[in-house]
Nanobody, 114 residues
Framework: QVQLVESGGGLVQPGGSLKLSCAAS????????MGWYRQAPGKQRELVAS??????NYADSAKGRFTISRDIAKNTLYLQMNSLKPEDTAVYYC?????????WGQGTQVTVSS
């Protein structure tokens, strides 16, 4: 059974940065897609960024501020978030997909507030 464990969330002031990590229990090269979603209170879960072989995708709200990356040796996916805004406040979830199966982490809270 694949497990995804997020870390790195917390409280940050507007304009600050955070780097989220998602440690996978298996080889991340076995996933077709990996990415980050977020869900703010009262809102639907939305895609933030994703990557597959040779392709990355960002939500408009994340472009120019967030960067998705991975460390294959550590089986870890990252999300570097810069210039954070209060509207980025949400629970951030790691996502991974293999053929026929979807996996989610438990989420990590990001709060942007002064």
């Amino acid at each position: 059974q694949v497990q995804l464990v997020e870390s790195g969330g917390g409280l940050v002031q507007p304009g600050g940065s955070l780097k989220l990590s998602c440690a996978a229990s298996g080889n991340i090269l076995s996933f077709n897609i990996m990415g980050w979603y977020r869900q703010a209170p009262g809102k639907q879960r939305e895609l933030v960024a994703s990557r597959s072989t040779g392709y990355t995708n960002y939500a408009d709200s994340a472009k120019g501020r967030f960067t998705i990356s991975r460390d294959i040796a550590k089986n870890t996916l990252y999300l570097q978030m810069n210039s954070l805004k209060p509207e980025d406040t949400a629970v951030y979830y790691c996502y991974a997909k293999k053929t026929g199966d979807d996996y989610w982490g438990q989420g990590t809270q990001v709060t942007v507030s002064s």
